[in-house]
């Protein structure tokens, strides 16, 4: 019997391909995917539950009109659409909130933040999956039960830091400027 051996032919580089484009994609074929890791260890959130001051675009779209923040989020993860998610928050969130607030002059405001968490913590977990993140500083339904909005924030700056960085290898073209050309004058005889 022969043994097997551990070539690997290289890769194919069609022809016209830039050196950069080359080493561009080897550095991509050899490191692992955001996906995919080296191990079964869940990594940590690119920031924490409470740096919403880190960037304040999210920390005052998410305080203003977290339905929005929440939408995009949604629509990032492909979990759902952009309307449909907005529209779905600011019914359980605005709507019953607000009505169980002004039935019962405040005392029941607490309760139907319940069901915004367990609508929430879904797609929290469908973010912590695709990107292998760590339950963390809680479980999803009390995460979104304690702090809704930094839970929003944070899932809208990790999907922003990771959407980044996945975008920025992805699609590199080199351009260069097109060659001089050149008019000789025709001479007629």
């Not at 391909?17 to 994609?25: C, P, V, Y």
Request: glycine share 8%; charged share 15%.
């Amino acid at each position: 019997m022969k043994e097997q051996s551990g070539y690997i032919p290289p890769r194919y580089i069609p022809l016209g391909q830039s050196d950069l484009e080359t080493s561009i994609l080897s550095n991509i074929d050899e490191s692992p995917t955001q996906n995919e890791s080296s191990s079964d260890v869940p990594v940590q959130w690119s920031s924490g539950i409470c740096a919403c001051f880190d960037d304040l675009q999210s920390c005052s779209v998410g305080t203003i009109c977290p339905c929005f923040l929440f939408g995009k989020n949604a629509e990032s993860l492909g979990s759902g659409t952009f309307m449909g998610s907005c529209t779905t928050h600011f019914i359980i969130c605005g709507v019953i909130n607000s009505f169980c607030c002004l039935l019962t002059g405040g005392l029941v405001l607490g309760f139907p933040g319940c069901f915004a968490a367990c609508y929430a913590c879904g797609y929290r977990k469908a973010l912590r999956t695709k990107y292998n993140l760590q339950e963390a500083p809680c479980g999803d339904f009390m995460t979104h039960l304690c702090c809704h909005l930094c839970a929003v924030c944070q899932e809208y700056r990790e999907i922003r830091e990771r959407s980044v960085d996945i975008n920025l290898n992805e699609k590199v073209v080199e351009i260069t400027a097109p060659q001089v050309q050149t008019m000789d004058l025709a001479v007629r005889k």
